[in-house]
């Protein structure tokens, strides 16, 4: 194998990190005088990156470069060939070493590269590949079922599915998003044509969220002056107070996955021209989706004048459960201000009742009083007549 020259192993460094070329070098030098093995290449080169830091900056892309390279995946010229070839000439001497001895030492030298490497594993490039699950429940109403579909407008990633006829065996949507090839799901759950109830949930494996819905107001009945195009990736915009708390920070991140649209999503369009807004109050989330409007500045500055306008649609989620396991498991948080609408409606029938049954005692009370109140008879009535 032919030895290294100097400026294939600048091509190599310019590849992986650019302008910071001097600590791989040295890494390299060290992993061929050394014989190490392709692990201890990495680690070699970690633990340069650790010590300098006039590179901490780049330290994310430098980690991913290297674990890209190392591992052969797609290549990009003969710079990452040299890498390669330096890789294959450190194992081709080590095997050629002393015995078993050099077998001993190489194994715990690789076993020590590997547990140094692991935060290079931390460090390889995240891929966005979310897909979201939608559907429903047996009885859902006409304005729920607009809602799920102005969500699947909104969601270029997400696959509609038929209804679930079952409300009790929810574990049967695990099994469905796996099908579907979906590791999120959206499930509307309505009761008694009334109460919506909405299920997120990380499939298989959790958390999940449950939410009551209310003031849900979907986009042809708001029929806002705004409009996006069909399949654009949105802007994700978060209260503040979303860090405050740990299961609000839980529920972030939630949204962060499931409303986030990838970029390699096949039915996207490359444009950001809205924004899903996710704000807290009253200890309830409240969901508003806005256009952004670009206009010319009608002033002196250069650039342009970016405003808001409400698309729709429109709801508020009142927290109930967050479970750690999918659509069950055990209770991280339970929302203890949160009061079911079952209980609101059956205080509001109690006082319907109470004011009944105020108003007919009074009427009782009243008869009672007049029948007390009649004045006795005169005896002398009739004495000048």
Known sequence: MSALRGGQVDRAVETVVGAERRWVKAGLAESVAGKRTRVAVLAACLGKCRDDEAVAGQRGRVLRGLVALLKKRPAR????????????????????????????????????????????????????????????????????????????????????????????????????????????????????????????????????????????????????????????????????????????????????????????????????????????????????????VEKESTTKSKGKDISLVEIGPRFVLSIMRIFDGSFGGSTLFENPQFVSPNTVRRLRRQETQDAYRNRTQAALDRDAKLRDSKLPEDPLADVFR
Not at 96 to 111: M, P, Q
Not at 201 to 215: L, R
Not at 259 to 277: A, E, M, N, V, W
């Open 77 to 292: 010229g003969d710079a990452v060939q040299v890498v390669v070839e330096v890789v294959a000439l450190t194992e081709d001497e080590e095997e050629d070493g002393d015995g078993v001895d050099g077998d001993e030492e190489g194994e715990e030298e690789d076993a020590q590269a590997e547990h140094e490497a692991n935060g290079a594993r931390r460090s390889t490039p995240y891929k966005n590949k979310q897909r979201v699950l939608l559907l429903s429940s047996r009885g859902i109403t006409y304005r729920y079922r607009h809602l799920l579909t102005d969500l699947q407008s909104l969601l270029p990633h997400s696959k509609k599915d038929a209804k679930l006829d079952s409300k009790n065996k929810l574990n049967v949507l695990n099994e469905l998003a796996e099908l579907n090839n979906c590791n999120n799901c959206i499930y509307f759950e309505v009761r008694k044509k009334t109460d919506l109830y909405l299920w997120m949930s990380k499939t298989p494996n959790g958390p999940s969220v449950k939410f009551y819905v209310a003031n849900v107001h979907t986009m042809d009945e708001l029929r806002m002056t705004g409009n996006c195009l069909k399949g654009s990736r949105p802007l994700l915009s978060f209260d503040k107070n979303f860090d405050g708390q740990p299961h609000f920070q839980l529920l972030k991140e939630m949204f962060t996955q499931i409303f986030g649209t990838p970029r390699t999503s096949r039915k996207i369009k490359p444009f950001f021209d809205h924004i899903l807004s996710f704000s807290i109050a009253d200890d309830k989330i409240w969901f508003r989706n806005f256009q952004i």
